[in-house]
């Protein structure tokens, strides 16, 4: 079973920045497309943002600008690089495949709380 491992959260004023990675236990990174997701108190879980093996990224539109997915191959790594924080984007952050479909389990995540 691969192994996601994300760090990085933390309590952080409005308009501030964090850099969240994820380790991931087996080469997939340079072979799938990967993905970050959160979930929100009382919401659903969401991808946000994503990145093929190619290196392309997409993020949800009203995150566009302010979140910067990226990685590295030879590390296994996904790193999320977010800017201009609001207190909307609290939530649990997780790493994965960016495809649903191919989803079978799920890291402990890393909290961020957007707070003044």
């Known amino acids: 079973q691969v192994q996601f491992v994300e760090s990085g959260g933390g309590l952080v004023q409005p308009g501030g920045s964090l850099r969240l990675s994820c380790a991931v236990s087996?080469?997939?990174?340079?072979?799938?497309?990967m993905g970050w997701y959160r979930q929100g108190p009382e919401k659903e879980r969401e991808l946000v943002a994503s990145?093929?093996?190619?290196?392309?990224?997409w993020a949800m539109r009203r995150l566009k600008g302010r979140f910067i997915i990226s990685k590295d191959n030879t590390k296994n790594a996904v790193y999320l690089q977010m800017n201009n924080l609001k207190p909307e984007d609290t939530a649990v952050y997780y790493c994965?495949?960016?495809?649903?479909?191919?989803?079978?389990?799920w890291g402990q995540g890393t909290q961020v709380t957007v707070s003044s």
């Open positions: 994965n495949y960016a495809n649903k479909n191919l989803v079978v389990n």
């Open positions: 087996r080469t997939l990174v340079s072979t799938y497309a």
């Open positions: 990145i093929t093996s190619a290196g392309d990224t």
